[in-house]
C-alpha cells in the first residue's frame, strides 16, 4: 500500500510533526516507520472485493458441507452413545476392569467368568461368590452426569447358583457421597434373566457413580449392567446436547465410521459392520485402535438413523481388504466385496431382502438412502489398485446409483475403473491451507469429483485456536469457489472427550455435561448454514503477508510400530554451545512421553517396547531455533525405524525425520507433507549413528556419516491476507459473500458488485473474530471465540467495509428482486 504514495511515508510523517500537539505522537509513528515496524504499515491496509453478479458460475454442490464421525478420542462409547457404565459386559479383560468391588462383611469375592455365558457373543459375566455382603461401584466414563428430575433406566442381565442372594440395591451416588436415586432387584433365579429398574434423580451431579450392592449365600453372575438415561435425541439413543452440537452443523451428508478405525491395526480389529448390528448384547466389543474399548453401541444402523435424524445423506467407509499390517490374498477377496454389497441391501434394500429385512427388524421398514461409499481409508500402492476394480464392478452391476469415492494416497488414485470421487486428506499448520485456497483452481475439470474427507489445522494450532480456524476458512473459500470440482468436504476428527485425547484439536470437545465447540467449529457452521445455488466470480485485490517466520521447537525421538531404544542424544547451538545431553541414570526426568508406548531407560538408553503408532518421547524448549541433533538408535523389532523429531512447539506437530518408514522402505522428512523420500532400510539389533542439523528452515539429514537429505522444510512464500467467495441463493435472492482477514490488523475494504440492476441494498454480517489469533474455546469460557451478528446497509453497487484482524466474516445481503 506505501507503493499508492508519491510522497514517501516518512516525509509525510515529518511533515505531520510539525502539528504541536500531536507532536510525541507522529515522531513515534516516525521512528516506527523508518525501523520498518509493522504496525504504522496497518493503517494503511486497504483491499477491494469485486463480485460480477451478471456473470453466475457452476451450481455448488448441495453435499458440499458435511461431517465426518470417526470413533476416536471416546467420541462414541463414553461421548454421543450415553451408556454410563463403562465395561457394561465385563468382555474388555479377564479382570474386574473400571469396577470396584469391596467385600462389605463375611467371606466373599469377584472375578470374571466364562463358565456359562449369556449369549455366544457376551461369553464373560461377573461372578460374585462366597457368603456375606457386598457392593460394586462403576464411575463410568469419567464421572456420570445425572441431573435432577431425570429419569434412568437400569437393566441388569443376572442368574444364581448354589445358593440364595437378597434383593439387589442399586444407587446412584453423588461424588461427595450423597444419595441422588435407589432401586431394587429381585427374583434372581437359576436362569439368565433381565431385570430393570427406572431411577429418578432427586439432584445433580456430573461426576456420579453407580453403585450395586446385596447380600447372600453361594453366586450371583451379572451380566450387561446397562444404565441409560431415558431422555435422548429424537428418542433414537444419542446424548441430546452432543446431538445437538451435531444438528448445529447442518451436515449435508455424514462418513462414518472412519478413518483409522475402518482397517485396523489388523483384521482382528477393524470396525466390521455386521458385528455391529442387532440386539446390542450380542455386539461383542473390541478394543478400538484409538486405545480403548468400543461396544459397538453406536453400530451401523445407529449410524445411519443418526445421519437420517440429521437430515444428512450417509457415506459409509468399508473395508477394502487392507490392515496397517495384514492383506487379503487377491484369491480371498470375495467374502469382503460381499460384504460391501450387504451393507448397501441393509441400508436401502427391500424389506423382504435378506439384510433389508434385518434393518426392518431393527424398526426401520423404510430405506436409509445411502448414497455414497468409499472403498478403504488411506489405501494405496499395488494392492489397493488390485482390489478396487472388484468392489467397483460388483457394486455397479447391482447398485448403479451408489456413487464411489477411492482414496488418494501415496500420490495417486485407482484409475481403472475410474471412481466417482477421489478422497484427499489434509493435516498442516494455517498457512498451509491458506495457500491451499487456490489449489483447486488449477485442478484438471474431466477427472473425477474431489472429496476431501479430512482436513485440519493441526500444526500451530494448541488445542484449536482462530488463527487455525482462519487457516481452514481460507481453504474452505477455495473449496467453493471450485465446488464445480470439489463436491463434498468435512473436517477430521469430529468429537473429543476431554478425558481421552488421542488426536488433537477436536471440534467439539466434552466432558460428562458440557460441550464446547472450536472457532473452527462456528467455520463449519457459518460456511454450511450459509450456502448458495451458484457460485459468483470474484476478483479480490489485497496486500500479503510478511513471510512465514522460521520454525523452532523441542526436540524429540520416538516409533511407529516398532521398538527401539536412544541413547546419548545430544543437542548443540551453531556456535557449539550445547542445549541439552541426555542422561538416563535417574530415569526419564525432564522428558515427555506422548502418544503411549512402553518407555524405560536401561543402561543408560532410553528404550521403548510397545508396538503402537505415533509413540513420541520430546525435550528442551519450544524457543530452540537453529541446533544440531546428534545420538544413536537401534531397533528392537517392529515394522519400521526410528523417527527423530525437531520443531515441536505443540504436542501433536509431526516434524520428524522418518528413518526407515513405510514398512522400513524409505527414509523422508515428513514436516507439512512428505519430501525428500529415498529408498532404505534399518536393520534390527544395529546401532546407528544419527545427526540431524537443523538452521532455520532448512534440513540436513545424516545417517552413519552419510548425508541423506539436504532441503528446506517451509517455504517462505508470502501468504495473502485475504480470501473470499461468493455465492447467490435462488430462493430468496440473497448474496453471500464469505471473506477471511488473516491480516494482525484491520483491513478496509471496497465491495463492489457489478453486473445487475437489483444490487444488495441490506443485510446482516456474522463475525467471527477475537483480540488474538492464539485465542481458544474452553468448558470454563466456551463461546470466548464465536460469531456476532450485525445488521449492514449497502449504499449502492460499492460500499466499504472494514474486516477485523483474524477474522472471518459472512455477509448475507438482500437484493431489490
Known amino acids: 500500500m506505501l507503493r499508492q504514495f508519491r510522497t514517501s511515508p516518512i516525509s509525510i510523517l515529518l511533515k505531520l510533526s510539525s502539528f504541536g500537539p500531536y507532536r510525541p505522537m507522529w515522531l513515534a509513528l516516525l521512528i516506527a516507520a523508518a525501523m520498518g515496524l509493522a504496525a504504522p504499515c496497518a493503517a494503511f491496509s486497504q483491499a477491494s472485493i469485486t463480485v460480477e453478479l451478471g456473470k453466475p458460475g457452476h451450481p455448488i454442490s448441495p453435499h458440499l458441507w458435511g461431517i465426518f464421525f470417526e470413533d476416536i478420542n471416546n467420541s462414541a462409547d463414553g461421548g454421543i452413545y450415553p451408556e454410563m457404565v463403562r465395561n457394561r459386559s465385563f468382555e474388555d479383560s479377564k479382570k474386574l476392569e473400571n469396577w470396584k468391588f469391596s467385600a462389605v462383611s463375611g467371606d466373599c469375592g469377584a ?41 434412568y433406566r437400569l437393566r441388569v442381565a443376572a442368574r444364581q447358583s448354589d445358593g440364595s442372594q437378597d434383593p439387589i440395591t442399586v444407587e446412584l451416588v453423588a461424588a461427595d457421597g450423597r444419595e441422588l436415586a435407589r432401586g431394587k432387584l429381585s427374583a434372581v433365579t437359576s436362569a439368565w434373566r433381565y431385570h430393570e429398574v427406572e431411577l429418578q434423580a432427586s439432584d445433580t451431579d456430573a461426576k456420579a457413580n453407580l453403585q450395586l450392592s446385596g447380600s447372600g449365600k453361594g453366586s450371583l453372575f451379572l451380566d450387561m449392567v446397562s444404565l441409560l438415561p431415558r431422555k435422548t435425541w ?15 452443523l447442518r451436515p449435508s451428508f455424514v462418513r462414518f465410521p472412519g478413518g483409522c478405525w475402518v482397517e485396523g491395526e489388523d483384521f482382528a480389529h477393524m470396525n466390521h459392520w455386521k458385528n455391529t448390528i442387532g440386539d446390542v448384547d450380542a455386539r461383542t466389543p473390541l478394543w478400538n485402535i484409538w486405545g480403548y474399548n468400543a461396544t459397538h453401541g453406536l453400530g451401523f444402523h445407529e449410524y445411519l438413523q443418526l445421519a437420517e435424524d440429521l437430515g444428512a445423506t450417509p457415506l459409509f467407509d468399508i473395508n477394502v481388504g487392507m490392515s496397517h499390517r495384514e492383506i487379503v490374498p487377491l484369491d480371498r477377496m470375495d467374502q469382503w466385496v460381499q460384504d460391501a454389497l450387504d451393507a448397501i441391501e441393509y441400508a436401502n434394500g427391500p424389506t423382504n431382502s435378506v439384510w433389508g429385512a434385518r434393518r426392518a427388524a431393527a424398526g426401520h421398514p423404510e430405506p436409509f438412502h445411502l448414497k455414497f461409499m468409499e472403498i478403504g481409508n488411506e489405501n494405496g500402492g499395488q494392492p489397493y489398485r488390485e482390489r478396487w476394480p472388484l468392489f467397483v464392478k460388483a457394486i455397479r452391476e447391482r447398485y448403479p446409483e451408489v456413487q464411489l469415492i477411492a482414496n488418494h494416497w501415496q500420490g495417486s488414485y485407482p484409475k481403472s475403473p475410474a471412481p466417482d470421487l477421489v478422497d484427499e486428506h489434509y493435516y498442516e499448520a494455517p498457512e498451509d491451507f491458506m495457500r491451499r485456497a487456490t489449489q483447486y483452481d488449477r485442478y484438471e475439470r474431466n477427472g473425477p469429483k474431489i472429496f476431501v474427507g479430512e482436513y485440519a489445522v493441526t500444526r500451530r494450532a494448541g488445542q484449536g485456536n482462530l488463527r487455525a480456524a482462519l487457516g481452514e476458512a481460507a481453504f ?30 477436536d471440534l467439539i470437545n466434552f466432558d460428562s455435561s458440557k460441550w464446547y465447540g472450536l472457532p473452527g467449529y462456528y467455520v463449519q457452521q457459518m460456511f454450511s448454514a450459509n450456502r448458495g445455488d451458484v457460485s459468483l466470480p470474484v476478483q479480490l485485490k489485497a496486500p500479503e503477508n510478511a513471510p512465514a517466520e522460521s520454525g523452532k521447537g523441542k526436540i524429540g525421538v520416538g516409533t511407529w510400530n516398532t521398538q527401539a531404544e536412544f541413547k546419548d542424544i545430544r543437542v548443540t547451538a551453531p556456535d557449539g554451545k550445547v542445549l541439552f545431553v541426555s542422561d538416563f541414570s535417574s530415569g526419564t526426568e525432564g ?19 510397545s508396538d503402537q503408532t505415533f509413540v513420541r518421547a520430546i525435550v528442551g524448549e519450544t524457543n530452540w531455533t537453529d541446533y544440531t541433533i546428534s545420538l544413536k538408535a537401534k531397533k528392537l523389532g517392529g515394522a519400521e525405524g526410528f523417527l527423530v523429531l525437531f520443531h515441536i512447539e505443540s504436542p501433536e506437530d509431526r516434524n520428524w525425520w522418518n528413518i526407515g518408514g513405510w514398512n522400513n522402505t524409505q527414509h523422508a522428512i515428513e514436516y507439512d507433507g512428505t519430501m525428500g523420500g529415498k529408498q532404505g532400510f534399518i536393520e534390527t539389533g544395529k546401532w546407528y549413528d544419527i545427526r540431524v542439523e537443523v538452521r532455520g528452515n532448512h534440513v540436513k539429514c545424516h545417517l552413519d556419516g552419510e548425508l541423506v537429505h539436504d532441503l528446506d522444510i517451509a517455504s517462505p512464500k508470502q501468504v495473502p491476507t485475504m480470501y473470499a467467495c461468493a455465492s447467490k441463493e435462488k430462493a430468496s ?6 471473506v477471511v482477514n488473516a491480516a494482525t490488523t484491520p483491513i478496509e475494504t471496497t465491495l463492489n458488485f457489478s453486473g445487475e440492476s437489483s444490487a444488495p441494498k441490506q443485510g446482516m454480517a456474522m463475525v467471527l473474530t477475537s483480540a488474538s489469533g492464539m485465542d481458544e474455546n474452553s468448558l470454563a469460557e466456551p463461546t470466548k471465540v464465536s460469531p456476532k451478528s450485525e445488521p449492514i446497509s449497502c449504499q449502492g453497487s460499492t460500499f466499504k467495509r472494514e474486516f477485523p484482524a483474524n477474522s472471518f466474516t459472512v455477509l448475507r445481503l438482500k437484493t431489490s428482486r
Not at 433414537?236 to 451435531?246: K, N, Q
Not at 522428558?591 to 517396547?609: F, I, P
Open 234 to 248: 429424537k428418542d433414537h439413543g444419542m446424548r441430546v446436547d452432543l446431538a445437538e452440537s451435531l444438528d448445529g
Open 476 to 505: 474452505m473459500t477455495g473449496i467453493e469457489r471450485n465446488s464445480d470440482i470439489v463436491a463434498m468436504a468435512c473436517y477430521a476428527p469430529l468429537f473429543v472427550n476431554m478425558n481421552h485425547r488421542a488426536w488433537n484439536p
Open 111 to 151: 472375578e470374571i467368568d466364562d463358565s456359562r455365558p449369556l449369549n455366544p457373543f457376551n461369553r464373560q459375566s461377573l461372578r460374585v461368590r462366597g457368603n456375606g455382603a457386598w457392593q460394586l461401584e462403576n464411575e463410568g466414563y469419567w464421572g456420570m452426569n445425572i441431573v435432577k428430575g431425570e429419569t
Open 733 to 738: 435472492g440473497d448474496i453471500i459473500v464469505k
Open 591 to 609: 522428558w515427555r512421553m506422548l502418544g503411549g508406548g512402553d518407555w524405560k531407560t536401561v543402561e543408560g538408553a532410553l528404550r521403548q517396547t
